[in-house]
């Protein structure tokens, strides 16, 4: 044992030893009084299981296309991939010659791969045994028609179909027709490429043509006019089978145009058309509905336009009644009517794209055209009801102001709204001869224009312009007269908006004009506006109050117009209703 070892010995038994004399009392707990504490800490609590992000479920494509009742099919394109998942593509077929239904599949689009036409042109008059044409079937053979195509196009409710970028668009030729109803929680999308690969911004325009109704209503501006000119002016062709004309910027014939007021080109309800306004030709664009010589068989309601870089919506000659319009940043007029159409609309809701004056953003309204044709019968009569425009162009836009007339036309505005912010100039009217008071039946002439509880924010400098033609006098000082007369009308009020267009204290406590009155109007011969097209209201503007909703849920949201729409979501990305 070494000494080491002995040392640690000894300290050991001397330690037991000096424990072994003290009692159980004698220990002492540090800190205590001698009293000892024992305390049994419990298990910490587990962390809480962290709650999982939620995941997008994305879409899955469809296994294929369905059967189709034209023999041609549609085409499977594959799949295309965006934010929201992943589609079959069904591409119809350039011409539809048999009827066909368009349902909604889940994960699955209709595609238009270029210009798609239903039917074939059955000209201005119902063929028959004594009125043939001859027309190339899509096979390439030729077959003469003795009966009107009549091919008509369904489509379901939440059907969405999207265009191939640049010159793609549907049109609807005379004698055939569209049936697109959706509803307030499953709308009907036509919309771009770039949609769908959730490529598109707020300020994404003009990536396809448009959807395009032709019929054979009449029309003026003729092809052909016709000489010489009949004793009221106005060219011999105008408003009869002779009277055709050409699809804006159609390359291949699309012709519009006949003498039937009462055509019927189908129904569109409940109808988103986005990105629209691809240049077609010769810097001529469509627009997200063209309607052209349609007839009063036609039902149009609920559209919505988003984004066009045309206009919202033009209506050329015909006789057109459209319901529930909301066009949302158009870069070009949104209300625009032409060539001889006797048209109505009753609530409107249109708003542009702050800072779009220089994408070209021009009038909330355009009224016919200063040209040649100017005294061709039958004359434009234009009724509008219940609109909110909200103008955002400012000073510089190329109309000069907010609402133009001209080109002779006759017009009715009653019971809206027009804000513009930067302020300009309101009304605008060309021509003496669309100022003129006389009514005058051999020339189709109804009298001036006409102002009812119209209010308007304008240029305090100059809200009203006269712009007569060479040799013609016609005054600002003349429109402010014919505004200022109209009862309850004001152009120096002050918006009290609510969401953008929803009516506050000042437009609540304008009187309204009993719109009713104009039902039923018929002026040489033509109806003017059909009986009971429009609503009695108590209210001006296209939104009485926050219980008013028609605009929501059909609809699509951007920064430019929040319409509480939570179905169809944002215009930048698909629905997935």
């Not at 033609?469 to 009308?489: E, I, K, M, P, R």
């Amino acid at each position: 044992m070494t000494n080491s070892n002995l040392r640690r010995m000894l300290i050991a038994t001397v330690s037991i030893a000096a424990l072994g004399g003290c009692g159980a009392n004698d220990i002492a707990s540090p800190g205590t009084g001698g009293n000892i504490s024992i305390i049994n800490n419990p298990a910490p609590t587990p962390a809480p299981t962290p709650t999982p992000t939620p995941t997008v479920s994305l879409v899955t494509p469809a296994t294929g296309c369905p059967t189709i009742a034209d023999a041609q099919g549609l085409s499977d394109r594959g799949t295309i991939t965006g934010p929201t998942g992943t589609y079959r593509v069904c591409a119809l077929p350039a011409r539809i010659v048999s009827s066909i239904n368009l349902t909604r599949i889940p994960g699955l689009l209709y595609f238009l791969p270029g210009r798609v036409d239903v039917g074939y042109d059955n000209g201005p008059t119902p063929l028959s045994a004594t009125n043939t044409r001859v027309v190339t079937q899509p096979d390439g053979t030729s077959r003469t028609l003795i009966a009107d195509s009549n091919v008509t196009l369904t489509i379901q409710p939440g059907v969405v179909i999207y265009a191939a970028s640049g010159a793609t668009w549907l049109n609807i030729n005379r004698g055939n027709r569209i049936n697109a109803v959706g509803t307030a929680t499953a709308p009907i999308v036509f919309t771009s490429r770039d949609n769908v690969l959730g490529l598109n911004t707020d300020s994404s325009s003009g990536q396809w043509g448009g959807v395009v109704l032709s019929g054979r209503a009449q029309i003026t501006d003729c092809a052909v006019p016709g000489s010489p000119a009949l004793a009221n002016g106005s060219s011999p062709n105008a408003g009869t089978t002779a009277c055709e004309r050409q699809t804006e910027g159609a390359v291949d014939p699309a012709l519009y145009g006949g003498a039937n007021n009462l055509d019927n080109s189908g129904r569109i309800s409940y109808m988103q058309i986005r990105y629209s306004g691809f240049v077609l030709s010769a810097a001529t664009e469509l627009q997200s509905l063209t309607t052209q010589g349609v007839g009063e068989g036609t039902v149009i309601d609920h559209v919505q336009s988003f984004n066009s870089s045309d206009d919202g919506a033009e209506f050329f000659g015909g006789h057109v009644a459209m319901k529930y319009y909301v066009a949302i940043g158009a870069e070009d007029d949104n209300l625009d009517t032409d060539v001889g159409t006797k048209a109505n609309f009753q609530y409107v809701i249109v708003a542009q794209r702050a800072g779009s004056l220089a994408q070209g953003a021009d009038a909330m309204i355009e009224a016919d055209t200063d040209n040649n044709s100017v005294l061709d019968n039958p004359r434009q009569n234009t009724t509008v009801s219940n609109a909110t425009f909200l103008d955002r162009t400012g000073p510089g836009n190329a109309d000069q102001a907010a609402i133009l007339l001209r080109g002779a036309t006759d017009y009715t505005l009653v019971n809206s709204i027009l804000t513009t912010n930067p302020a300009h100039s309101c009304i605008r009217i060309s021509d003496s001869r669309t100022f003129a008071s006389t009514v005058d039946a051999p020339t189709d002439e109804n009298g001036a224009p006409v102002f009812r509880s119209v209010v308007m924010q304008c240029l305090a400098s100059r809200p009203f312009i006269g712009s007569p033609l060479s040799g013609q006098t016609l005054t600002d000082a003349d429109v402010a007269a014919l505004f200022n007369g109209g009862a309850n009308n004001n152009s120096t009020y002050t918006p009290t908006l609510t969401n953008l267009f929803i009516n506050g204290a000042n437009e609540t406590a304008v009187t309204a004009f009993d719109q009713t009155t104009l039902n039923g109007r018929v002026f040489n011969g033509i109806t003017i506006t059909p009986a009971g097209f429009f609503d009695k209201t108590t209210y001006i503007g296209a939104v009485k109050d926050a219980a008013d909703t028609w605009y929501q849920g059909w609809t699509c949201n951007s920064t430019t117009a929040a319409l509480g729409t939570s179905l169809s979501g944002n215009c930048t990305t698909l629905p997935t209703i």
